[in-house]
């Protein structure tokens, strides 16, 4: 991602209401001049992030041509920008899916503008602290290596490709290592807006990554948490 001052962050809106498309596109540009493209399908949207390629992108879950969870897995496969999704859907095993699935954060509706707005600032500056190198700027154990500037992650010296919410994951882990950490604190770190009640979906990234770092082991601790083995 380019090097960019807090007012030149590009964001995407997809929302199929034109009123909550006009009002809340014209909420995010006035509120800390972003770069705002707003569109009402997710055909559109898909298009828009190869084109556009927006730093954070803001999705109703229930776009008028797809279901926004199918565009969210697009997006994360292709050009994972950060991903705030709202959702008219209330029930917790859809929360999780879609968190599991690489979103950075899911909003129940109704959600007010003033929410969402809160929500792209909160993650914008995750995104800063990570790009500054926020704590230690890179991580050596014994086969594994983490550049958190260049977010770059080595296992036995060969790349491993992570989704940038397994990056976090590993990061916060690399960083306490041989420590136990619960999941509501690294969900606390990912700054994610699921509840204590909802955060399996750090199970489901846990495993993504173990299988990307082996033979590097998160240890899972019982009634815990998980801690990645200090070697």
Same mark, same amino acid.
């Given at each position: 991602?380019?090097?960019?001052?807090?007012?030149?962050?590009?964001?995407?809106?997809?929302?199929?209401?034109?009123?909550?498309?006009?009002?809340?596109?014209?909420?995010?540009?006035?509120?800390?001049?972003?770069?705002?493209?707003?569109?009402?399908?997710?055909?559109?949207?898909?298009?828009?992030?190869?084109?556009?390629?927006?730093?954070?992108?803001?999705?109703?879950?229930?776009?008028?041509?797809?279901?926004?969870?199918?565009?969210?897995?697009?997006?994360?496969?292709?050009?994972?920008?950060?991903?705030?999704?709202?959702?008219?859907?209330?029930?917790?095993?859809?929360?999780?899916?879609?968190?599991?699935?690489?979103?950075?954060?899911?909003?129940?509706?109704?959600?007010?503008?003033?929410?969402?707005?809160?929500?792209?600032?909160?993650?914008?500056?995750?995104?800063?602290?990570?790009?500054?190198?926020?704590?230690?700027?890179?991580?050596?154990?014994?086969?594994?290596?983490?550049?958190?500037?260049?977010?770059?992650?080595?296992?036995?010296?060969?790349?491993?490709?992570?989704? *940038?919410?397994?990056?976090? /994951?590993?990061?916060?882990?690399? !960083?306490?290592? #041989?420590? @136990? $950490? %619960?999941? =509501?604190?690294?969900?606390?770190?990912?700054?994610?807006?699921?509840?204590?009640?909802?955060?399996?979906?750090?199970?489901?990234?846990?495993?993504?990554?173990? *299988?990307?770092?082996?033979? /590097?082991?998160?240890?899972?601790? !019982?009634?815990? #948490?998980? @801690? $990645? %083995?200090? =070697?």
């Amino acid at each position: 991602m380019n090097e960019k001052d807090e007012g030149n962050k590009k964001i995407l809106l997809a929302e199929s209401s034109l009123e909550m498309r006009t009002c809340l596109a014209e909420r995010l540009k006035r509120a800390e001049k972003w770069d705002v493209k707003a569109v009402e399908s997710g055909k559109e949207a898909l298009e828009a992030c190869t084109a556009f390629e927006p730093d954070l992108v803001v999705i109703d879950r229930e776009l008028c041509d797809m279901d926004g969870k199918d565009a969210l897995y697009s997006m994360i496969s292709n050009q994972s920008p950060l991903i705030v999704l709202f959702s008219s859907k209330t029930d917790e095993a859809d929360k999780v899916i879609c968190l599991g699935m690489g979103a950075d954060a899911y909003l129940e509706k109704p959600v007010s503008g003033r929410v969402i707005e809160a929500q792209c600032m909160a993650l914008f500056r995750r995104m800063e602290k990570t790009r500054l190198g926020y704590g230690k700027k890179s991580i050596r154990m014994e086969n594994l290596y983490i550049n958190s500037l260049g977010r770059e992650v080595e296992v036995g010296g060969k790349k491993v490709e992570l989704t *940038k919410t397994e990056f976090e /994951i590993l990061l916060f882990l690399a !960083r306490r290592p #041989g420590e @136990a $950490l %619960e999941r =509501k604190e690294i969900a606390s770190h990912l700054q994610t807006t699921a509840t204590f009640h909802s955060l399996r979906f750090i199970d489901t990234h846990i495993k993504k990554i173990r *299988k990307k770092i082996k033979p /590097i082991a998160i240890k899972t601790v !019982r009634g815990v #948490g998980y @801690a $990645l %083995e200090e =070697k």
